[in-house]
């Protein structure tokens, strides 16, 4: 059971747009809802993207989420320090009687 | 808001057991699937197993199989990792998470989290 393929990093200036990519298949991404959780060091993970594109009452809306095809995009607006955090995107696979994946994590950086 | 607070962690010896425990609250318990979800120091976030509202159906991922089971008591709003066989590899902060239906396989996961309970596995 593999994982879902994301950069390992990303970065941006206060202010800027920063895109994080997420990469499937059709067994996965390709047939099911991505979420994207945001987990800032030494905290536990916190849901900012459910079902492709929605957001959570209190998640601001610098926040989106896309999908097309086997691939989803995170995108925020604005950039602001207190995004700078550990990013993962997630979605079920429906092989071997269906299972989590897990992105790698993309470790975001404002500068 | 749903609260879940873990605990059962601590330190084990490879081939030991650990049961852990998550007692939820602010939602109704058995309408939701419930899931185990570790993270090993400097690690990325791995899925160890789930299971449906009413308990019937149970998931885990390939690297627990056969050592790992799920349980959950509605009664008592709490769900269980039962964990045997430890390896070293099994050491991590364990989550426990509310998924956001009755059912996993249908695509819905995880919609709150709760703060861990760390387990460590070493002889």
């Known amino acids: 059971q593999s994982v879902l393929t994301q950069p390992p990093s990303a970065s941006g200036t206060p202010g800027q747009t920063v895109t994080i990519s997420c990469s499937g298949s059709?067994?996965?991404?390709?047939?099911?809802?991505v979420y994207w959780y945001q987990q800032v060091p030494g905290t536990a993970p916190k849901l900012l993207i459910y079902?492709?594109?929605r957001r959570p009452s209190g998640v601001p809306d610098r926040f989106s989420g896309s999908k097309s095809g086997t691939s989803a995009s995170l995108a925020i607006t604005g950039l602001r320090s207190e995004d700078e955090a550990e990013y993962y995107c997630a979605a079920w696979d429906d092989n071997m009687g269906g299972y989590v994946m897990f992105g790698g994590g993309t470790k975001l950086t404002v500068l | 808001e749903a609260q879940l607070l873990e605990s059962g962690g601590g330190l084990a010896r490879p081939g030991g057991s650990l049961t852990l425990s998550c007692s939820a609250s602010g939602f109704t318990f058995s309408s939701f699937a419930m899931g185990w979800v570790r993270q090993a120091p400097g690690k990325g976030l791995e899925w160890v197993s789930g299971i449906s509202g009413s308990g019937s159906i149970t998931y885990s991922a390939d690297s627990v199989k056969g050592r790992f089971t799920i349980s959950r008591d509605n009664s008592r709003n709490t769900v269980f990792l039962h964990m045997n066989g430890l390896r070293a590899e099994d050491s991590a902060l364990y989550y426990c998470a509310k998924v956001e239906a009755t059912y996993m396989d249908y695509g819905d996961l995880f919609d709150d989290w709760g703060q861990g309970t760390l387990v460590t596995v070493c002889s």
């Open positions: 059709s067994s996965n991404i390709g047939s099911n809802s």
């Open positions: 079902r492709n594109d």
